[in-house]
């Protein structure tokens, strides 16, 4: 996998951001978060947008972003949204890119800990019920990356990323 971009997937909570990060750090390349991206693009971040403008919009937007993305060679590490590997033509784009995804298995409880403490607004995971519909929902296609990886509560980003790059 030498050359191959990495693309982190996952619900939300799961890591995907950290993980990115150190497995950037460890490789001594750029990460690129999605969300990020899209709020730099679009002037607002994927929350506002989707409240603003509705999930179907934002899914527009995040696909748009991931294709401009996906077409830069300066970043190895990509982190995705929540829902992005969730829709086929953003793992579509992915496959045909020739990157390495790699799902990050979290629990649901640890998911919504992380969701219910986090600043950034997540509209569509307003309360557990909602959430655990959701997580369940997704597990079917986040089966669908290269490489799947349960990440536990004590497993640190650091060791994440060291299980990725030892593959
Ligand atoms: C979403 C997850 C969010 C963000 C948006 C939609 C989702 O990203 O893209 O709120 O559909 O699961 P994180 O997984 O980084 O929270």
Redesign the pocket.
């Given at each position: 996998m030498n050359n191959r971009r990495i693309v982190i997937v996952?619900?939300?909570?799961?890591g995907?951001?950290t993980v990115a990060g150190a497995l950037a750090r460890q490789l001594g390349c750029p990460m690129t978060?999605?969300?990020s991206f899209?709020a730099e693009r679009e002037g607002r971040?994927?929350?506002e947008?989707?409240q603003r403008s509705g999930?179907p919009a934002?899914r527009q937007i995040?696909t748009e972003a991931l294709r401009e993305l996906l077409e830069r060679k300066d970043t190895r590490v990509i982190?995705?949204?929540?829902?992005?590997w969730?829709i086929k033509v953003n793992r579509a784009l992915v496959a045909e890119r020739d990157c390495l995804s790699v799902w990050l298995d979290a629990p649901f409880e640890l998911c919504w800990e992380r969701?219910v403490s986090?600043e950034?607004?997540?509209?569509?995971?307003p309360d557990r019920a909602t959430a655990r519909m959701?997580y369940d929902d997704?597990r079917s296609t986040y089966q669908l990356s290269d490489r799947q990886l349960k990440v536990e509560r004590e497993d640190s980003p650091t060791i994440v990323a060291d299980t990725i790059l030892n593959w």
């Open positions: 996952g619900f939300m909570g799961s995907k951001t978060d999605l969300d899209i971040s994927p929350a947008i989707i999930e934002f995040e982190a995705l949204g929540g829902g992005t969730a969701i986090a950034t607004v997540r509209p569509l995971a959701l997704r």
